[in-house]
């Protein structure tokens, strides 16, 4: 009978660690998805800035028409 003891301690043992396992797991969840929603408006942020430097389509075609021009004039 005092096996039977020993197992359901050592079984409450396993359960008290497991919740504590979940809690933490839960705890840094919401740790992670806070960090993650603070990034979103600085990830916009960054691409509205970075969309800036990127040279538009417009340009390349004039830059392009430009050289092949000074190109066929010799200079």
Known sequence: MSHALWTLQQISLFLESSKLEIKY???????????????????GTSKLSLSRFQPKPIIIL??????AYLSARGG
Request: glycine fraction near 8%; hydrophobic fraction near 45%; charge should be negative.
């Open 62 to 67: 004039l830059e392009t028409i430009a050289i």
């Open 25 to 43: 797991l839960l705890e840094w969840k919401g740790t992670m998805e806070k960090g993650i929603t603070d990034l979103e408006p600085w990830k």
